[in-house]
């Protein structure tokens, strides 16, 4: 069974190069769902970056989807990547906040 927590360990496994932080713990994850469609189940992934000139988006999608493939071959995850809200360091949690010295 696909679920919110499964699909969030896959995706804290994702380190962005530049911060050498996990994308979860970095904030750039806003919404996940998984919602039933034609009895099949299917995640949905709101996400962002440190910025849209971030020169490492593509790579980091690659590896995104590469985690997100160790769930099994019949799961489907579509990941949309947005801008708005834009990312902000507020958005870090507590402990990756204090890894960078912001508290």
Do not use: Q
Not at 49 to 75: Q, W, Y
């Amino acid at each position: 069974m696909l679920t919110k927590e499964k699909i969030l360990e896959k995706l804290s496994k994702v380190i962005d190069p530049e911060l050498g932080m996990d994308i979860v713990e970095l904030g750039l994850i806003y919404d996940i769902r998984v919602e039933k469609e034609g009895g099949k189940e299917k995640g949905y992934i709101k996400m962002t970056f440190t910025s849209p000139a971030c020169p490492l988006i593509n790579e980091m999608l690659h590896e995104i989807k590469e985690r997100l493939e160790e769930l099994g071959e019949d799961v489907d995850i579509e990941v949309n990547v947005v801008f708005d809200p834009i990312w902000t360091p507020e958005m870090m949690s507590e402990k990756a906040k204090m890894k960078l010295g912001l508290i």
